[in-house]
Protein backbone atom coordinates (compact mmCIF):
# COMPACT_ATOMS: atom_id res chain seq x y z
CA UNK A 1 0.00 0.00 0.00
CA UNK A 2 1.08 2.94 -0.61
CA UNK A 3 -0.21 7.22 -0.73
CA UNK A 4 -1.10 7.39 -4.35
CA UNK A 5 -5.07 7.09 -5.89
CA UNK A 6 -6.15 5.01 -8.71
CA UNK A 7 -8.05 7.38 -10.53
CA UNK A 8 -10.92 6.20 -13.53
CA UNK A 9 -12.77 8.57 -16.12
CA UNK A 10 -16.18 7.01 -15.55
CA UNK A 11 -17.96 7.72 -18.88
CA UNK A 12 -19.52 4.97 -19.40
CA UNK A 13 -21.74 1.78 -17.77
CA UNK A 14 -19.62 -0.55 -19.47
CA UNK A 15 -16.92 0.56 -16.76
CA UNK A 16 -18.71 0.10 -13.63
CA UNK A 17 -18.84 -4.22 -13.42
CA UNK A 18 -15.08 -3.54 -13.92
CA UNK A 19 -14.33 -0.95 -11.32
CA UNK A 20 -16.64 -2.92 -9.24
CA UNK A 21 -14.74 -5.98 -9.50
CA UNK A 22 -11.57 -4.46 -8.91
CA UNK A 23 -12.44 -2.68 -5.84
CA UNK A 24 -13.96 -6.29 -4.29
CA UNK A 25 -10.62 -7.65 -4.80
CA UNK A 26 -9.13 -5.42 -2.89
CA UNK A 27 -11.54 -5.18 -0.20
CA UNK A 28 -10.62 -9.57 0.52
CA UNK A 29 -6.70 -8.28 -0.12
CA UNK A 30 -7.25 -5.85 2.99
CA UNK A 31 -9.33 -8.53 4.86
CA UNK A 32 -12.48 -7.39 4.24
CA UNK A 33 -15.12 -10.05 5.28
CA UNK A 34 -17.33 -11.29 2.24
CA UNK A 35 -20.09 -9.15 3.87
CA UNK A 36 -18.29 -6.04 4.11
CA UNK A 37 -16.69 -6.45 0.60
CA UNK A 38 -20.39 -6.45 -0.69
CA UNK A 39 -21.30 -3.79 1.12
CA UNK A 40 -18.20 -1.80 -0.81
CA UNK A 41 -19.71 -3.11 -4.34
CA UNK A 42 -22.90 -1.15 -3.36
CA UNK A 43 -21.46 1.93 -2.68
CA UNK A 44 -18.90 1.38 -5.52
CA UNK A 45 -22.25 1.25 -8.00
CA UNK A 46 -24.42 4.26 -6.34
CA UNK A 47 -21.31 6.28 -6.67
CA UNK A 48 -20.87 5.25 -10.49
CA UNK A 49 -24.26 4.87 -11.92
CA UNK A 50 -24.73 8.50 -10.14
CA UNK A 51 -21.79 9.72 -12.09
CA UNK A 52 -23.03 8.95 -15.75
CA UNK A 53 -26.89 9.35 -14.53
CA UNK A 54 -26.66 12.44 -13.27
CA UNK A 55 -23.48 14.61 -14.07
CA UNK A 56 -22.81 12.69 -17.45
CA UNK A 57 -19.26 11.26 -16.08
CA UNK A 58 -16.64 12.04 -14.03
CA UNK A 59 -13.74 10.61 -11.69
CA UNK A 60 -13.56 7.80 -8.99
CA UNK A 61 -10.45 7.91 -7.13
CA UNK A 62 -9.19 5.19 -4.48
CA UNK A 63 -6.41 3.81 -2.53
CA UNK A 64 -6.17 1.27 -0.32
CA UNK A 65 -4.81 2.86 3.39
CA UNK A 66 -3.87 1.40 6.62
CA UNK A 67 -4.81 3.57 9.83
CA UNK A 68 -3.74 2.46 13.05
CA UNK A 69 -5.08 -1.11 13.49
CA UNK A 70 -7.73 -0.30 10.59
CA UNK A 71 -7.66 -1.29 7.17
CA UNK A 72 -9.53 0.91 4.94
CA UNK A 73 -10.61 1.67 1.07
CA UNK A 74 -10.41 5.77 0.56
CA UNK A 75 -12.84 7.07 -2.22
CA UNK A 76 -13.10 10.69 -4.12
CA UNK A 77 -16.20 10.90 -6.14
CA UNK A 78 -15.92 14.23 -8.95
CA UNK A 79 -18.12 15.37 -10.77
CA UNK A 80 -18.57 18.66 -13.21
CA UNK A 81 -22.56 18.19 -13.45
CA UNK A 82 -25.40 20.89 -12.72
CA UNK A 83 -24.41 20.86 -8.71
CA UNK A 84 -27.22 19.73 -5.82
CA UNK A 85 -29.17 22.11 -4.95
CA UNK A 86 -30.46 20.88 -1.35
CA UNK A 87 -27.86 18.19 0.03
CA UNK A 88 -29.80 17.29 3.18
CA UNK A 89 -33.11 16.39 0.95
CA UNK A 90 -31.03 14.11 -0.89
CA UNK A 91 -29.68 11.93 1.98
CA UNK A 92 -33.07 11.00 2.60
CA UNK A 93 -33.43 7.24 1.62
CA UNK A 94 -36.46 7.43 -0.25
CA UNK A 95 -35.96 10.77 -2.12
CA UNK A 96 -34.86 10.74 -6.05
CA UNK A 97 -35.01 13.00 -8.64
CA UNK A 98 -35.83 10.38 -11.53
CA UNK A 99 -37.78 7.56 -10.67
CA UNK A 100 -35.65 5.34 -9.38
CA UNK A 101 -36.07 4.30 -5.58
CA UNK A 102 -33.48 6.83 -4.03
CA UNK A 103 -31.62 4.83 -1.85
CA UNK A 104 -28.36 5.71 -3.48
CA UNK A 105 -27.01 8.74 -1.54
CA UNK A 106 -28.31 6.81 2.14
CA UNK A 107 -27.26 3.89 0.92
CA UNK A 108 -23.43 5.26 0.27
CA UNK A 109 -23.50 7.16 3.91
CA UNK A 110 -24.81 4.79 5.81
CA UNK A 111 -22.41 1.76 4.72
CA UNK A 112 -19.39 4.21 5.10
CA UNK A 113 -17.39 4.93 8.13
CA UNK A 114 -17.00 8.47 6.87
CA UNK A 115 -19.50 10.53 3.81
CA UNK A 116 -18.66 13.88 3.14
CA UNK A 117 -19.83 15.96 0.00
CA UNK A 118 -19.70 19.07 -1.15
CA UNK A 119 -21.76 20.81 -4.07
CA UNK A 120 -22.70 23.60 -5.89
CA UNK A 121 -24.71 24.85 -8.50
CA UNK A 122 -23.25 24.93 -11.79
CA UNK A 123 -19.67 23.80 -10.05
CA UNK A 124 -21.10 20.01 -9.64
CA UNK A 125 -20.19 17.39 -6.44
CA UNK A 126 -17.45 16.46 -4.57
CA UNK A 127 -17.80 13.34 -2.39
CA UNK A 128 -15.25 11.57 0.21
CA UNK A 129 -15.69 8.38 1.17
CA UNK A 130 -13.79 6.40 3.91
CA UNK A 131 -14.91 2.23 4.17
CA UNK A 132 -13.06 0.40 6.83
CA UNK A 133 -12.91 -3.42 7.22
CA UNK A 134 -15.18 -2.59 10.59
CA UNK A 135 -18.33 -1.30 9.59
CA UNK A 136 -18.90 -0.32 12.89
CA UNK A 137 -15.43 1.45 13.13
CA UNK A 138 -15.77 5.44 14.38
CA UNK A 139 -13.22 7.57 12.87
CA UNK A 140 -11.71 9.51 15.78
CA UNK A 141 -11.05 13.41 15.93
CA UNK A 142 -7.70 14.01 14.95
CA UNK A 143 -5.19 14.07 17.96
CA UNK A 144 -3.00 16.40 16.74
CA UNK A 145 -3.14 20.19 16.42
CA UNK A 146 -3.89 19.60 12.64
CA UNK A 147 -6.54 17.58 10.34
CA UNK A 148 -5.07 16.83 7.57
CA UNK A 149 -5.99 15.11 3.75
CA UNK A 150 -3.60 14.59 1.10
CA UNK A 151 -4.57 13.33 -2.46
CA UNK A 152 -1.71 12.21 -5.08
CA UNK A 153 -2.11 11.14 -8.49
CA UNK A 154 0.44 9.54 -10.81
CA UNK A 155 0.94 10.53 -14.54
CA UNK A 156 -1.12 8.88 -16.86
CA UNK A 157 0.02 5.42 -17.73
CA UNK A 158 3.05 5.77 -14.47
CA UNK A 159 2.71 3.18 -11.83
CA UNK A 160 4.60 5.06 -9.21
CA UNK A 161 4.63 8.77 -8.38
CA UNK A 162 7.46 11.08 -8.41
CA UNK A 163 5.29 13.01 -5.74
CA UNK A 164 5.47 12.95 -1.98
CA UNK A 165 4.35 13.95 1.60
CA UNK A 166 5.15 13.37 5.07
CA UNK A 167 4.59 15.24 7.96
CA UNK A 168 6.37 14.90 11.35
CA UNK A 169 4.73 15.67 14.66
CA UNK A 170 6.76 16.56 17.95
CA UNK A 171 5.74 18.07 21.59
CA UNK A 172 6.93 21.59 20.20
CA UNK A 173 5.34 21.22 16.66
CA UNK A 174 5.09 19.71 13.46
CA UNK A 175 7.02 20.02 10.02
CA UNK A 176 5.08 19.16 6.82
CA UNK A 177 7.38 17.96 4.01
CA UNK A 178 5.88 18.52 -0.08
CA UNK A 179 8.41 17.38 -2.56
CA UNK A 180 8.35 16.95 -6.33
CA UNK A 181 11.11 14.82 -7.89
CA UNK A 182 12.07 15.78 -11.96
CA UNK A 183 9.90 14.29 -14.28
CA UNK A 184 8.10 11.72 -13.84
CA UNK A 185 8.22 7.87 -13.56
CA UNK A 186 10.27 5.80 -11.53
CA UNK A 187 13.70 8.16 -11.46
CA UNK A 188 11.36 11.24 -10.02
CA UNK A 189 9.66 8.41 -7.74
CA UNK A 190 13.24 7.55 -6.15
CA UNK A 191 14.58 10.70 -5.94
CA UNK A 192 11.57 12.06 -3.16
CA UNK A 193 11.52 8.89 -1.30
CA UNK A 194 15.64 9.32 -0.68
CA UNK A 195 14.09 13.01 -0.10
CA UNK A 196 11.34 11.25 2.66
CA UNK A 197 13.77 9.43 4.02
CA UNK A 198 16.40 12.34 5.09
CA UNK A 199 13.55 14.30 5.65
CA UNK A 200 12.45 11.75 8.78
CA UNK A 201 16.18 11.56 9.59
CA UNK A 202 16.54 14.97 10.49
CA UNK A 203 17.04 16.37 13.44
CA UNK A 204 16.52 19.94 12.85
CA UNK A 205 13.88 22.21 13.53
CA UNK A 206 14.85 24.91 11.32
CA UNK A 207 13.66 24.54 7.28
CA UNK A 208 16.33 25.99 6.14
CA UNK A 209 18.76 23.27 8.23
CA UNK A 210 15.99 20.62 6.85
CA UNK A 211 16.42 21.60 2.51
CA UNK A 212 20.08 21.34 3.33
CA UNK A 213 20.21 18.40 4.78
CA UNK A 214 17.80 16.92 2.20
CA UNK A 215 20.28 18.59 -0.27
CA UNK A 216 23.37 16.35 0.78
CA UNK A 217 21.62 13.27 1.06
CA UNK A 218 19.73 13.45 -2.61
CA UNK A 219 22.83 14.08 -4.65
CA UNK A 220 22.97 10.58 -6.30
CA UNK A 221 18.95 11.42 -7.41
CA UNK A 222 17.29 12.80 -9.87
CA UNK A 223 16.71 15.73 -7.80
CA UNK A 224 13.56 17.03 -6.49
CA UNK A 225 12.06 20.45 -5.85
CA UNK A 226 11.10 20.22 -1.53
CA UNK A 227 8.85 23.19 0.50
CA UNK A 228 8.59 22.37 4.52
CA UNK A 229 6.10 23.89 6.81
CA UNK A 230 7.11 23.64 10.35
CA UNK A 231 5.07 25.19 13.26
CA UNK A 232 6.72 26.07 16.45
CA UNK A 233 3.73 26.11 19.19
CA UNK A 234 6.23 27.89 21.45
CA UNK A 235 6.55 31.03 19.61
CA UNK A 236 3.11 30.53 17.78
CA UNK A 237 4.40 30.49 14.34
CA UNK A 238 4.94 29.00 10.95
CA UNK A 239 7.99 28.78 9.65
CA UNK A 240 8.01 28.30 5.34
CA UNK A 241 11.07 27.63 2.92
CA UNK A 242 11.44 25.99 -0.36
CA UNK A 243 13.33 25.29 -2.92
CA UNK A 244 11.68 24.74 -6.72
CA UNK A 245 7.87 25.32 -7.63
CA UNK A 246 5.94 23.75 -4.73
CA UNK A 247 2.73 26.18 -4.21
CA UNK A 248 2.10 27.01 -0.40
CA UNK A 249 -1.12 29.09 0.57
CA UNK A 250 -1.66 29.59 4.23
CA UNK A 251 -5.53 30.74 4.46
CA UNK A 252 -6.62 33.25 7.59
CA UNK A 253 -10.35 33.71 7.55
CA UNK A 254 -10.60 34.74 4.06
CA UNK A 255 -7.47 36.03 4.26
CA UNK A 256 -4.50 34.11 2.78
CA UNK A 257 -0.85 34.84 1.55
CA UNK A 258 1.21 32.46 -1.15
CA UNK A 259 4.99 31.51 -0.44
CA UNK A 260 7.43 32.05 -3.22
CA UNK A 261 9.58 29.62 -2.74
CA UNK A 262 13.72 29.71 -4.31
CA UNK A 263 15.19 29.09 -7.87
CA UNK A 264 16.76 25.50 -7.28
CA UNK A 265 16.93 22.03 -7.54
CA UNK A 266 17.55 19.77 -4.44
CA UNK A 267 19.84 17.76 -4.76
CA UNK A 268 21.64 19.68 -8.08
CA UNK A 269 22.10 23.38 -7.20
CA UNK A 270 20.43 25.14 -4.48
CA UNK A 271 21.37 29.13 -3.45
CA UNK A 272 23.80 30.06 -1.24
CA UNK A 273 21.58 32.68 0.87
CA UNK A 274 18.16 31.07 1.87
CA UNK A 275 15.86 32.38 4.55
CA UNK A 276 12.46 31.09 6.02
CA UNK A 277 9.61 32.75 5.90
CA UNK A 278 7.80 33.32 9.90
CA UNK A 279 4.35 33.84 10.00
CA UNK A 280 1.95 33.79 13.00
CA UNK A 281 0.01 30.65 13.69
CA UNK A 282 -3.74 30.68 14.73
CA UNK A 283 -6.50 28.58 15.32
CA UNK A 284 -8.50 28.07 12.02
CA UNK A 285 -6.13 28.80 9.76
CA UNK A 286 -5.75 26.61 6.34
CA UNK A 287 -2.18 25.27 4.79
CA UNK A 288 -2.75 24.28 1.16
CA UNK A 289 0.76 22.69 -0.49
CA UNK A 290 0.96 21.36 -3.86
CA UNK A 291 3.14 20.52 -7.35
CA UNK A 292 2.96 21.90 -10.36
CA UNK A 293 0.36 19.06 -11.37
CA UNK A 294 -2.39 21.54 -10.05
CA UNK A 295 -2.55 24.98 -11.38
CA UNK A 296 -2.13 27.69 -9.63
CA UNK A 297 -4.48 30.09 -10.31
CA UNK A 298 -7.07 29.53 -8.18
CA UNK A 299 -9.09 30.97 -5.17
CA UNK A 300 -11.30 29.41 -2.30
CA UNK A 301 -12.94 32.54 -1.94
CA UNK A 302 -15.00 31.77 -5.18
CA UNK A 303 -16.19 28.01 -3.25
CA UNK A 304 -19.58 28.84 -1.46
CA UNK A 305 -18.79 27.97 2.17
CA UNK A 306 -15.26 25.79 1.10
CA UNK A 307 -13.44 27.19 4.04
CA UNK A 308 -15.69 25.06 6.75
CA UNK A 309 -15.37 22.24 4.91
CA UNK A 310 -12.97 19.33 5.72
CA UNK A 311 -9.57 18.98 4.21
CA UNK A 312 -10.38 16.33 2.02
CA UNK A 313 -13.35 18.29 0.55
CA UNK A 314 -10.75 20.96 -0.13
CA UNK A 315 -8.68 19.16 -1.47
CA UNK A 316 -10.76 17.62 -4.18
CA UNK A 317 -12.72 20.05 -4.80
CA UNK A 318 -9.13 22.10 -5.62
CA UNK A 319 -8.20 18.81 -7.49
CA UNK A 320 -11.21 18.96 -9.31
CA UNK A 321 -11.07 22.45 -10.68
CA UNK A 322 -6.59 22.10 -11.42
CA UNK A 323 -5.29 18.85 -11.99
CA UNK A 324 -3.70 19.53 -15.21
CA UNK A 325 -3.31 15.89 -16.41
CA UNK A 326 -0.07 15.88 -17.67
CA UNK A 327 2.37 15.22 -14.66
CA UNK A 328 2.11 13.76 -11.40
CA UNK A 329 -0.22 16.09 -8.74
CA UNK A 330 -0.29 16.25 -5.13
CA UNK A 331 -2.54 18.66 -3.09
CA UNK A 332 -2.42 18.81 0.28
CA UNK A 333 -4.61 20.39 2.56
CA UNK A 334 -4.26 20.94 6.71
CA UNK A 335 -6.46 22.75 8.94
CA UNK A 336 -5.34 24.05 12.16
CA UNK A 337 -7.67 22.97 14.99
Not at 82 to 110: P, V
Not at 171 to 192: C, P, R, S, T, Y
Amino acid sequence: MDNTFSVYKIDDRSLIAFIKREIHNLALQLGFKPHRAAETDIIIAELTSNLIKYAGGGDLLYRAHNHGSCNEIEIYCLDKGTGIDNISKIMKDGYSTSSTLGHGIGAIKRLSNDFQIYSMRGWGTVQYIKICDKPDVSIPNSTTKLDMSALSVNYPGERVCGDGYHIKYSKKGFQIFVGDGLGHGANAHEAVEQAIRAFKQCTENDPVAVLRYVHEHVKKSRGLVVTIAAVDYETESWNVCGIGNINTRIYSGLDNKTYTPYNGIIGHNIPRTINSTIVPYQKHQIIIMHSDGLRTRWNLNELNSIIKQSPAIIASALYKDNVRGTDDATILVGKII
